[in-house]
């Protein structure tokens, strides 16, 4: 299941994808894009899944947007729109427990002063925190 967010990181607005299993409910992969564009973000987020892991994992959405279609049928993936019940067991509760984590990438908390940051900090602390929620938080 792919999903999207918004994080504030200094002065910035930047797009969080997710994709999560599931059945296990881990976490598989995360984007940082600073891309205006969500066709381009979803295509490279797809791209990056599949280089990984092949066309072992459908892709469902929580909504129709149109660029998850366009993706799919770019990258030649199936796409389906999940039902209620997995957006509110998985997709949400998971999207609110990486919410209430990366809340600390604000000015308040994080901020981030560099001019044409490239977000380095903000993938390293995910990488921490995607093994620490699939191997902690998950089992």
Same mark, same amino acid.
Request: hydrophobic share 35%; glycine share 2%.
């Given at each position: 299941?792919?999903?999207?967010?918004?994080?504030?990181?200094?002065?910035?607005?930047?797009?969080?994808?997710?994709?999560?299993?599931?059945?296990?409910?881990?976490?598989?992969?995360? =984007?940082?894009?600073? /891309? &205006?564009? +969500?066709?381009?973000?979803?295509?490279?987020?797809?791209?990056?899944?599949? @280089?990984?892991?092949?066309?072992?994992?459908?892709?469902?959405?929580?909504?129709?947007?149109?660029?998850?279609?366009?993706?799919?049928?770019?990258?030649?993936?199936?796409?389906?729109?999940?039902?209620?019940?997995?957006? =509110?067991?998985?997709? /949400? &509760?998971? +999207?609110?427990?990486?919410?209430?984590?990366?809340?600390?990438?604000?000015? @308040?908390?994080?901020?981030?002063?560099?001019?044409?940051?490239?977000?380095?900090?903000?993938?390293?602390?995910?990488?921490?925190?995607?093994?620490?929620?699939?191997?902690?938080?998950?089992?």
């Amino acid at each position: 299941m792919i999903d999207e967010t918004q994080l504030k990181v200094g002065s910035e607005i930047i797009w969080l994808w997710i994709a999560i299993e599931s059945e296990t409910k881990n976490i598989l992969a995360t =984007s940082l894009s600073k /891309e &205006r564009n +969500m066709f381009v973000a979803i295509e490279h987020f797809l791209s990056e899944i599949v @280089d990984k892991y092949g066309h072992q994992y459908p892709v469902s959405t929580d909504d129709g947007g149109t660029w998850y279609l366009q993706a799919c049928k770019f990258l030649k993936l199936n796409h389906h729109i999940h039902s209620s019940y997995e957006k =509110s067991i998985i997709i /949400e &509760r998971t +999207m609110q427990y990486i919410k209430d984590r990366t809340e600390c990438f604000d000015n @308040d908390y994080f901020p981030c002063r560099k001019k044409k940051c490239k977000l380095e900090h903000v993938r390293q602390w995910l990488i921490i925190f995607v093994d620490h929620y699939n191997k902690e938080v998950i089992p």
